[in-house]
């Protein structure tokens, strides 16, 4: 009987020796103890798809991954793939009636753009105009500013603009026009 129980407590330990090995080589090395050419083979792998972008907002160098789809500035957070827009300028008014919409307007009230065709009575060319939250045509984006931001308007996931100030005397209006939104309300 002492027999049995001897071969039987040798044989557990010989089948727990054996499920402890098989289990560590199929987990790999552990982590306490690192292989050093694994880890040089990691280092050098891993700086190949790192690099360096500058950021737009805050001018400052980012080391980021260039497989990853968004790359985010280490200093301010903003997206490095996304173009950066604050721009301030005087609007083109569409009339001069007194009935304008202009008339009603107040200084940080929010505006939208949209991206329109300009119907002129000899032309037809492609502009932006600015709304006020009722809908009604405040002004048009001058073309020198269309030409800049157009392309910058269609890689930026929002666009925001406000009324900056209010010109009473010559009845011109400056708009503030940013995808920041620290940049708006701030």
């Given at each position: 009987m002492m027999w049995?129980?001897?071969?039987?407590?040798?044989l557990i330990i010989f089948v727990s020796i054996l499920?402890?090995?098989?289990?560590?080589?199929?987990h790999g090395p552990s982590t306490s103890q690192p292989n050093s050419s694994t880890h040089k083979h990691y280092q050098t792998n891993n700086k190949e798809n790192f690099t360096f972008m500058t950021c737009?907002?805050?001018?400052?160098?980012?080391?980021?991954?260039?497989?990853?789809?968004?790359?985010?500035c280490n200093h301010?957070?903003?997206?490095?793939?996304e173009p950066y827009i604050n721009t301030t300028f005087k609007l083109l008014k569409p009339s001069n009636n007194a009935d304008d919409p202009i008339t009603n307007?107040?200084?940080?009230e929010q505006l939208y753009i949209i991206d329109e065709i300009i119907e002129d009575s000899e032309k037809s060319f492609n502009g932006i105009a600015v709304y006020n939250?009722?809908?009604?045509i405040v002004g048009w984006l001058p073309e020198q500013i269309v030409e800049e931001l157009r392309p910058k308007i269609a890689l930026s996931k929002r666009i925001l603009a406000k009324v900056k100030s209010i010109y009473s005397g010559s009845g011109e209006i400056e708009i503030l026009v940013t995808n920041d939104l620290m940049k708006m309300w701030g």
């Amino acid at each position: 009987m002492m027999w049995i129980t001897t071969i039987i407590t040798m044989l557990i330990i010989f089948v727990s020796i054996l499920l402890y090995y098989q289990k560590k080589s199929r987990h790999g090395p552990s982590t306490s103890q690192p292989n050093s050419s694994t880890h040089k083979h990691y280092q050098t792998n891993n700086k190949e798809n790192f690099t360096f972008m500058t950021c737009p907002r805050c001018k400052k160098y980012s080391y980021v991954n260039k497989n990853n789809l968004i790359k985010i500035c280490n200093h301010c957070g903003w997206n490095l793939t996304e173009p950066y827009i604050n721009t301030t300028f005087k609007l083109l008014k569409p009339s001069n009636n007194a009935d304008d919409p202009i008339t009603n307007l107040k200084i940080n009230e929010q505006l939208y753009i949209i991206d329109e065709i300009i119907e002129d009575s000899e032309k037809s060319f492609n502009g932006i105009a600015v709304y006020n939250r009722n809908g009604n045509i405040v002004g048009w984006l001058p073309e020198q500013i269309v030409e800049e931001l157009r392309p910058k308007i269609a890689l930026s996931k929002r666009i925001l603009a406000k009324v900056k100030s209010i010109y009473s005397g010559s009845g011109e209006i400056e708009i503030l026009v940013t995808n920041d939104l620290m940049k708006m309300w701030g």
